[in-house]
């Protein structure tokens, strides 16, 4: 079991544009998408992108969850390897197609006339 609370952080445009590039929906619009769904309970806007201890511990979080992709903070690191180093990482299965980077690359190939 996780925990009885799923606390989900939304991370910030700058922060996403520093490891992907720009967003489609700005961070005021992801975490309002976040905020309908009656999965979770908080919603921490703004986050930083990289997760570290100190955010699992300010958001009163056991774990940090996250899909069975990478996830590479802006300094290169695997943010999955260093929360299981200390004890704080759970992973689920992905759903294939429905990343954020899946589809914005489909709207790049729309854009192009390339899909």
Do not use: W
Request: glycine fraction near 8%; charged fraction near 25%; include cysteine.
């Amino acid at each position: 079991m996780l925990g009885d609370v799923l606390v989900t952080g939304v991370n910030s445009d700058e922060g996403i544009a520093e490891v992907k590039g720009p967003t489609i929906l700005n961070d005021e619009e992801r975490c309002f998408i976040i905020e309908s769904c009656k999965f979770f309970a908080e919603v921490a806007p703004k986050t930083a992108y990289a997760c570290t201890e100190k955010l699992l511990d300010s958001l009163n979080c056991k774990y940090y969850v996250h899909g069975d992709d990478p996830a590479f903070g802006t300094d290169g690191t695997d943010m999955c390897d260093n929360m299981a180093k200390i004890g704080r990482f759970k992973q689920f299965k992905r759903t294939p197609g429905v990343s954020t980077t899946d589809i914005t690359a489909k709207l790049l190939e729309l854009v192009s006339g390339n899909y």
